[in-house]
């Protein structure tokens, strides 16, 4: 599956952005996807995750609250609705998938073996 995440853009603190992670080449619902994020000089940390049939999500404790992932397996895309954007959100986002039969996901980066190119995000304060 080849993953490609598209949305990122300056914005100020306090406003919306929607990421969107889209999947092709392979069935998007057979995948559990998640969504990460890395600052300037900082690692990679989890933001969110949700399974493949959309029942279960995971969210950092940084954005929980403010941000909501979800899914349309009909289009292949995951969103990442970032409500509330703090100047802390700035970072590069990149979506990851992983093929699963059951409906599990994780919150570990390791976990998953497909990766998209990142989409930047900036908040202004």
């Known amino acids: 599956v080849q993953l490609q995440a598209f949305g990122g853009g300056l914005v100020q603190a306090g406003d919306s952005l929607r990421l969107t992670c889209q999947l092709s080449g392979r069935t998007g619902s057979s995948y559990s996807v998640a969504w990460f994020r890395q600052a300037p000089g900082k690692e990679r940390e989890f933001v969110a995750t949700i399974s493949k049939s959309g029942g279960r999500t995971l969210y950092a404790d940084s954005v929980k609250g403010r941000f909501t992932i979800s899914r349309d397996n009909a289009e292949n895309t995951v969103n990442l609705l970032m409500n509330s954007l703090k100047p802390e959100d700035t970072a590069l986002y990149y979506c990851?998938?992983?093929?699963?039969?059951?409906?599990?996901?994780?919150?570990?980066?390791?976990?998953?073996?497909?990766w998209g190119q990142g989409t930047l995000v900036t908040v202004s304060s």
């Open positions: 990851a998938a992983r093929f699963t039969t059951g409906n599990s996901w994780s919150q570990y980066d390791s976990w998953y073996d497909n």
